[in-house]
């Protein structure tokens, strides 16, 4: 596959990813989740593992990572994610996302926007390595669980 026929946005996978540890520093995610405690006034760190799959026409498999995750006073959610898309035929993708999350209407809904790379040294995935990828999509804190939408940009 070359970059010539790889299309501008193309979804390029679609994730469903459940939310599997985190880790607190001095602020309880749960309790401002359910706005039981205010967010702390230089606003909370926390690290939160996760696990699920990607699947699309041209990449499927299982994903895993951590996002080092920023809330900020303004209750803006600032993502630095790292972590590996396992393909299905056993090749592993670095995968690399920053970007933002919102909260929405509802309380324990976030709306999600990802700018996104992948890379990787397996010549049969090499074509993903100059992709610039955007992913959007909600996280619900209430169930733990992630869907976004990759398209290349």
Excluded: K
Aim: hydrophobic letters at 45%.
């Amino acid at each position: 596959m070359t970059l010539d026929s790889i299309s501008t946005r193309e979804m390029l996978y679609e994730a469903r990813i459940n939310l599997t540890n985190v880790i607190e520093f001095g602020a309880s995610m749960d309790a401002l989740v359910s706005q039981q405690s205010a967010l702390p006034p230089e606003g909370a760190r926390f690290d939160v593992a996760f696990d699920g799959t990607v699947s699309g026409s041209r990449l499927a498999g299982t994903v895993a990572g951590v996002d080092y995750l920023y809330v900020r006073a303004d209750r803006r959610l600032q993502l630095h994610i790292h972590g590996v898309i396992a393909t299905n035929d056993g090749t592993n993708i670095s995968f690399f996302a920053d970007g933002v999350a919102m909260p929405g209407a509802q309380g324990h809904l976030l709306e999600l926007r990802e700018n996104v790379m992948l890379t990787t040294s397996s010549e049969a995935y090499s074509w993903v390595n100059p992709l610039q990828i955007w992913g959007s999509g909600t996280v619900d804190l209430q169930a733990m669980e992630i869907r976004v939408r990759a398209h290349i940009a």
